[in-house]
């Protein structure tokens, strides 16, 4: 169901000589590193996709495209002359934008373009649609100032009738302030300093700017929410009128095939020139739910008409879905999908590009992404501090993903605390910047209400520009009753919402249990890998815990894949979220590269760990205790001993005596029994190991640094740098096949080479659910 193919793109535009010159002519700037899309973007194909998938009417004029641009001072008046030509909808500092030039605080960014009326649209009223400018946009049109509107994520429009010319050239002009991290405005992750987890801004157009043309008496908005209790669809609609007599209708469509059409709705008899708003109730009956396994939609006709003319028409699309809380048999409160209840995994998703930075190059690479997620065994993504174009929900709406909406942080004056800040101290903001977040989230959540994948709103993140924390989730839940809260993902955690989210790098981990909220981990992993010739920069990149091969990397992945399910089972966390889907500048977390060119992992490997995940958990026990368990007695020494140091045979008798485990206090995770604070140490142990539980045997370790772990004389897993808590390993072959009910030898070389040291090494059994 695309309704992008249903309707032609209405073009007129007059090319003069010069236009076409100049299209011609057009490159993109030399930018770090793009994407293979940048390929198909050109000043006559650049985002020309229907932009607002869920209204589509028939008639409309994209004004992507050249534009002239100027940067001045911030108070200086508009340009006679302009700077050169920028590609829009990209933001000028992208390389896709052809300037690529940075602009701040102290400056203007000024747009000009013309443009003509097609015939057709005589005698109707013109609006002028902005998909998203960021940040304070004032608009002309022939001269004429049309408004201004503050907000960097919202769509919003003009209606520009009066200001138009009978007939020929149309002038628009549009100037544009955005003061990044110096201004209170919510901006997410854009700062004027690029460096670690901050990123390039993003001024100015950065969404498809278009026309349309409607008649006086036509739609606005409207919201649809499904009840999949009572086999109904609630649409409210809102209106322009300005006489009596009109009738609203909505029709509910399986394809082609008419599933319900409500009662005819009449809007009055005597109603003035004002905005009206009306509900109708669509009974769907029988219906497939929307799920991520089968997204199934529904097409929905909104009508306005009088005395049986069609004054406007919608088509639109919904999903019959429910998102809601419920309790499991250990009193755990879980995330449920159409009354089910549903783990949710899914990657963090920044929404940044190497040539656009917040624009995809095309509509082909926005859906790329969420296919991506969908194919590498995902359900879910959460989106970051970022608000996406809506062809972005639309595609997870088509293809079946889950998403957690997180709202821009931001204000100049924000105390950035960490990961899991549970200090309870909030940010004071002024008035200003209060009314602005608070404004900004209102348009949020109207403004993306009818996408079925969206099922949690995220009003903050680790605390950062956190404030009035209770009164704001209690009116996320008031705006959107039919959608989850998270309370406040990482911290700080206050009594309200429907979540107690907790991150943990590289985790994973979970929020000390609550019986009032579900339990989730809102970002874990931050697993690094620099892919050369792929790579914002070629050197220093950042990451929570990087690797240098593909291999490693892989492994470290599926090794905090097992240690998630466990939690999964009677501990009860509900959703997990992996950071994260991409690199982003110097940030090289990805599950992708930047460009998109390169999946960093085994890709088979990592979606069979992430699909069992779904399942339900192993059944973990403990064979041979680690020290946060049981401190056991080890054999050690800190001189390097003989080559067969790891056979059951060797003569250890003149070796000290310690507890595990062994390492030097301070360092993340350790569980100090024994001081070692030299270069090695050499560990042996003899375990006694069941019969019963030699074929799901599994090491279990913490190491800093590099360990190597013998078992009865055969290696049997090598740990390269360092962990801050206890992970599984899993044994090598050889290793397995080296065990034996009754004694066994453990044998353990560990090496430190600086900042903190420790080695202790375990045994537990990890059954699977199905045995």
Known sequence: MNFTSRYPIVFALVFCMPVMAAEESWQPAKGPLMTRWAKDVSPRNVHPEYPRPQMVRKDWQNLN??????????????????????????????????????????????????????????????????????????????????????????????????????????????????????????????????????????????????LEPVDE????????????????????????????????????????????????????????????????????????????????????????LQNNEKFDEIESYFGMRKISLGKDEHGNLRLHLNNQPVFQFGPLDQGFWPDGLYTAPTDEALRYDI???????????????????????????????????????????AKWRGPSGY?????????ESAEIYERELRTMIAGFYNHPSIVVWVPFNEGWGQFDTVRILNLTKQLDPSRLVN?????????????????????????????????????????????????????KNWGYRSFT???????????????LHPLTGRDGLAAAIYTQTTDVEIEINGLMTYDRAVVKMDEAAITAANNSVYGPPPTISVVAPTADQQPATWRYTTTKPGDDWAKPGFDDSSWKQGQSGFGTAGTPGAVIGTIWNTADIWLRREVELPAD?????????????????????????????????????????????????????????????????YIDVGFVEVVPASK
């Open 217 to 304: 008496m036509h739609i606005k908005w409207f919201k649809v929410t499904p009840d999949i209790d009572r086999k109904e669809l609630k649409v409210e609609v809102a209106f322009h009128a300005s006489a009596g007599g009109y009738h609203l209708r909505a029709k509910a469509f399986d394809g082609e095939i008419e599933r319900a059409m409500s009662d005819e709705f009449k809007l009055g008899t005597a109603y003035l020139a004002e905005d009206r708003t009306n509900t109708l109730v669509v009974a769907v009956g029988d219906f497939t739910p929307w799920t991520p396994e089968n997204p199934f939609l529904y097409r929905l006709r909104l009508t306005l």
């Open 371 to 413: 296919e991506m997620t969908k194919k590498l065994g995902f359900n879910m993504a959460r989106k970051h501090v970022k608000i996406e174009p809506a062809r972005w929900y639309y595609w997870a709406d088509k293809l079946g993903l889950l998403v957690w909406q997180d709202m821009p942080s931001g204000d100049r004056s």
């Open 65 to 210: 495209g050249l534009w002239n641009y100027a940067v001045t001072a911030k108070e200086a008046a508009q340009p006679t002359r302009w700077d050169g030509q920028i590609l829009v909808p990209f933001p000028i500092e992208s390389a896709l934008s052809g300037v690529m030039k940075r602009v701040y605080e102290t400056n203007r960014l000024w747009y000009q373009r013309t443009f003509t009326i097609p015939r057709g649209w005589k005698g109707r009223n013109v609006l002028l649609h902005f998909g998203a400018v960021d940040w304070e946009t004032t608009v002309w049109v022939n001269g004429q100032e049309i408004g201004t509107h503050r907000g960097g994520y919202d769509a919003f429009s003009f209606d520009i009738t009066d200001a138009l010319r009978a007939s020929g050239q149309q002038e628009v002009v549009v100037a544009v302030w955005d003061p990044a991290d110096a201004g209170p405005q919510p901006r997410g992750k854009q700062v004027r300093n690029p460096h670690g987890i901050w990123y390039t801004p993003t001024s100015g157009i950065w969404q498809t700017v278009w």
């Open 693 to 757: 539980a030699l074929a799901n045997l599994e090491l279990r370790l913490h190491h800093d640094e590099d360990a190597e772990v013998y078992l009865n004389g055969v290696l049997s897993a090598r740990a390269q740098g360092y962990v801050t808590e206890y992970v599984g390993l899993p044994l090598s072959q050889a290793a397995r096949a080296a065990l034996k009910p009754g004694k066994n030898l453990i044998a353990v070389h560990c090496r430190q080479t600086g900042g903190g040291q």
């Open 549 to 563: 091969n593909a291999q490693d990397l892989t492994d470290a992945y599926i090794g905090l894949v097992k240690k």
């Open 487 to 539: 309370g406040a993902s990482g911290g700080n955690h206050f009594p309200a919402g429907d979540m107690i989210d907790h991150h943990q790098y590289p985790g994973p981990g979970m929020p000390a249990r609550v019986t009032d909220r579900a339990m989730v981990l809102g970002e874990f992993g931050g697993l690094g890998l620099p892919v050369k010739g792929h790579t914002w920069q070629d050197e």
């Open 423 to 431: 200090d309870g101290v909030e940010m004071q903001r002024t008035p």
